[in-house]
């Protein structure tokens, strides 16, 4: 029998070349996959060709702006990923074997207000349930939180998605209405019906652009043909409140920053927003540790109470003045 010629290059070296080949399969793009692996887009593309040579077979065909696997590029794909994905999660995996959960890390991204107002609950029971386990939060934009999941120097992200990217999964868990908010005086707060014609009089005040609230509000305003006027541009639904209940301008905003104790009219508007969603982001192909599992499945139980809080409280009148 004909012994198997040696691999030309070290195991360690075909596992780093394995790597990039699958972050560019599940990105569909050299400079995702570069910039997860941490290196340059010309060395991820000698890794692949080096692989193509060993393997004697074209792995990607460009489809405009993006590259897909080749047949045989899906055949290596199916075999590689469990082999890239168990040695990444090894050492999670090693550690929660070993000690259960009582050891380890877990390390979050999500955006100001997913921290402010949805992960505390669940970072508490989180962490009394696991108390050996060292939590890390990372406050940063929806943007930047998918590159920390795609470069794997986070477990899991929390947030808002609309559009979301093919490496890219999301599971919506909590809901929240839509909601215009103004200063107790403010001439809309009056009224016993308010229209996005009304709302497009008055200057509005908004995140800042690159965030999701201000493409919802874009999106809305130009299908009624409408034009609106922003005062003032404000990170943080906080800050957002504070400056319109002193009555600089009005806002939409979710149900999700608001607890009755504000200054505010609250008028539901639903009638021309949609609800938003919150939920678990994640990069495709990558296995959750035992961690993030756990987490996972603490934050769901949080939505699924909340669902179930709000579905036994009476709804209130919809478009009431001075309602907070």
Same mark, same amino acid.
């Given at each position: 029998m004909r012994k198997p010629s040696p691999p030309q290059d070290g195991?360690? +070296?075909?596992?780093?070349? @394995?790597?990039?080949?699958?972050?560019?399969?599940?990105?569909?793009? *050299? %400079?995702?996959?570069?910039?997860?692996?941490?290196?340059?887009?010309?060395?991820?593309?000698?890794?692949?060709?080096?692989l193509e040579v060993e393997f004697h077979a074209r792995l990607f065909q460009r489809r405009g702006p993006?590259?897909?696997?080749?047949?045989?590029?899906q055949a290596l794909y199916r075999l590689a990923r469990p082999l890239v994905e168990s040695l990444d999660s090894l050492p999670a995996?090693?550690?929660a074997n070993r000690h259960g959960l009582e050891a380890g890390r877990l390390t979050i991204a999500a955006g100001e207000s997913t921290i402010l107002y949805i992960l505390p609950g669940a970072i508490k029971d989180y962490a009394a349930a696991h108390p050996g386990i060292e939590l890390k939060l990372l406050n940063v934009s929806g943007r930047d939180g998918l590159k920390l999941l795609? +470069?794997?120097?986070?477990? @899991?992200?929390?947030?808002?998605?609309?559009?979301?990217?093919?490496? *890219? %999964?999301?599971?919506?868990?909590?809901?929240?209405?839509?909601?215009?908010?103004a200063a107790r005086d403010h001439p809309l707060a009056l009224r016993p019906r308010v229209t996005i014609k009304d709302v497009a009089r008055y200057p509005l005040i908004l995140p800042p652009q690159h965030l999701t609230?201000?493409?919802?509000?874009?999106?809305?305003?130009?299908?009624?043909?409408?034009s609106y006027r922003v005062a003032l541009e404000a990170g943080g639904w906080e800050v957002i409140k504070r400056y319109v209940a002193i009555g600089l301008g009005i806002s939409v905003v979710t149900s999700l920053c608001l607890d009755?104790?504000?200054?505010?009219?609250?008028?539901?508007?639903?009638r021309y927003f949609p609800q938003r969603t919150y939920g678990v982001v994640q990069r495709?192909?990558?296995?959750?540790?035992?961690?993030?599992?756990?987490?996972?499945?603490?934050?769901?139980?949080?939505?699924?109470?909340?669902?179930?809080?709000?579905?036994?409280r009476r709804p209130a009148s919809p478009?009431?003045?001075?309602?907070?």
């Open positions: 195991q360690g +070296n075909r596992l780093r070349k @394995l790597r990039s080949f699958c972050y560019a399969a599940q990105s569909g793009s *050299i %400079s995702r996959a570069a910039e997860q692996a941490g290196l340059s887009q010309p060395s991820v593309s000698l890794q692949i060709q080096s993006k590259i897909e696997l080749t047949p045989e590029g995996t090693f550690h795609r +470069n794997d120097s986070a477990d @899991l992200a929390v947030g808002s998605m609309i559009e979301v990217p093919e490496d *890219i %999964s999301y599971t919506p868990a909590f809901r929240y209405d839509p909601m215009l908010i609230t201000w493409r919802v509000v874009d999106y809305v305003f130009h299908k009624y043909g409408l009755g104790t504000e200054d505010l009219a609250a008028i539901p508007f639903h495709k192909g990558r296995i959750p540790s035992p961690q993030a599992t756990r987490f996972i499945e603490a934050l769901t139980a949080r939505a699924k109470d909340q669902a179930a809080s709000r579905g036994r478009g009431r003045p001075g309602q907070s």
